[in-house]
């Protein structure tokens, strides 16, 4: 989806149900209860270079095109200069921490956004060191504005982590390299720790126990080790430690994708991390790898200004619009505090937990999951950087093919059933129990809108496709290997590049295929669409 005339009703209809001022019940309030109507959205991650600044300009840029008063705050320790991404060619440079509020706020080319600069020491000719009361800690409580975008950098600092907990949605950034997935998990750690702590400040007692199961641990324990080292010394504590485990949900962002097995990347992350380390990060997309955002880089401008119709810009519109679709969820149903028992986290894994699967998964379900899994637990595997080691990914792979041959024998399936669940019925997953995340709020939104959108006189277009096709929860490669058409023609389709497309005859096989796959009528899709195509090719052709 492109920042033009036509696009902006999709956000719009996302932002007619997020609370502004006015809507004083369903605003979102901060760690003291107190109501505010700007929503704050945090961009962090544990390593430098893979792609927050150009997410956090972006979303702001957005964001502000679709008319909302919007502040950029450059709350990285380093400094990000998100000036010089915004065309802002002098340095806004503040040098006084005491100067507060609007005052401090530069204007940028992008009505509606404005941008506030980090405070610089003028000695060290660098950022001043952040800290809990840190200057654009506290003008944030200050603005009047309907968004804030916080670019907090690569910093794992207290005040960061502090900063980023207390926003409406954290997203984490990452890339499809070894140091930048172990970054990523080693902010989870910190994260957690430091809510944890936040959460038992005034209990010392308990803060001690913490301290002691820290101590007994080697470096870096996962929070589900340490829940359980905890629980050895006071179960009631590891009980809270469980719950401020269980309300953690980060948002991901997989940056500089460059081949098709890294758009898999940020799905098989958010499993291992609830596997493994019990933090529940929800995976809102990726950012292709484009020349085109390095020069907008180059020229100063926001890539959804200079070259909104490239594949990085779309890729940002569509977390832009997950993240619209997500705040709305949040308003209109705010999730209670979570109560979870420490002993929850120790409960074996069954065969279908194992492969990642619904107990009522049927049989091509349980072979795409083993093939998925084998991938995953293999020697140099991307998403499993920093969680286990040689020994454990032997185990693993001995469990993930137990459970597929148990699975895959309906005899065998069936013992294991009744002995594992006895009296019980087929369930949802846990983290669809949580309530849904940013993919899921999206699609609510899209399919409500694809319902308004389609009757029996709808002339579909390639944007419309798209649409439906997102509204499926489909990526363009999941229609290229279920139809086997060329993805270079799914995506022609799509964009309307007819030069690209065949005769029309295939044109037309592709769309009853595609149509079918995304349960539309065949017959109106391939008629309408072959339509524009004769169309546009006769224009062409005079």
Known sequence: MCIVAATMTDGDDLLESLPLEGDADLAPTDEFGVRRSRHVIAVGGGRPGVGKTLLSVNIAVYLAQLGRHVVLCDADPFGSSLHTMLGVQKPPLVLDASVRGASVLVSTAVPGLSLLPVVYDAWAVAP??????????????????????????????????????????????????????????????????????????????????????????????????????????????????????????????????RLRRDLELGPSMAALSARYLGV?????????????????????????????????????????????????????????????????????????????????????????????????????????????????????????????????????????????????EPTALASERRGPGATDAELALLRAELARDITSETQFSGTLLRKAREAAGLELHDIANQTKISMTYVRAIEAEDFASLPAPVYIGGFLVQIARMLRLDPSQVSKSYLKRVRGARSDDDG
Request: overall charge positive; glycine content about 2%.
């Open 280 to 424: 529940q990060l929800d995976y809102m997309g990726y950012v292709e790898q484009d020349d085109a955002a390095w020069l907008t880089a180059r020229r100063c401008r926001p890539l959804l200004i200079d070259a909104p119709t490239s594949k990085a810009a779309r890729n940002l519109e569509r977390v832009a619009r997950r993240l619209l679709a997500l705040l709305a969820h949040q308003a209109k149903r705010p999730q209670p505090p979570s109560l979870v028992e420490a002993r929850a986290l120790t409960k074996p894994l069954t065969h279908y937990d194992v492969l990642g699967l619904e107990r009522a998964a049927t049989d091509d379900e349980i072979r795409r999951a083993y093939k998925l899994q084998r991938e995953i637990y293999t020697e140099g595997s991307l998403p499993l950087t920093g969680l286990i080691d040689d020994q454990r990914m032997r185990a693993e792979q001995g469990r993930i093919a137990e459970a597929y041959d148990t699975l895959l024998d309906p005899p065998r399936r069936r013992a294991y059933d009744a002995s594992v669940f006895p009296d019980e």
């Open 128 to 257: 001043k060191r952040a800290s809990r009361q840190s200057h654009w800690l506290r003008q944030i409580n200050e603005l009047d504005v309907d968004y804030v975008v916080l670019n907090l950098g690569a910093s794992l600092a207290p005040a960061t982590l502090d900063v980023f907990a207390d926003a409406d949605v954290q997203i984490c950034v990452s890339a499809p390299e070894p140091p930048a997935i172990e970054a990523t998990y080693r902010f989870c750690r910190a994260y957690f720790v430091r809510r944890l702590r936040r959460t038992l400040m005034r209990e010392r007692f308990k803060l001690r126990v913490v301290e002691r199961a820290i101590s007994a641990l080697p470096p870096l324990p996962s929070p589900r080790e340490l829940i359980v080292e905890i629980a050895r010394f006071d179960e009631s504590v590891a009980n809270v430690a469980a719950s401020v485990l269980a309300s953690l949900r980060p948002r991901l962002v997989i940056g500089r994708t």
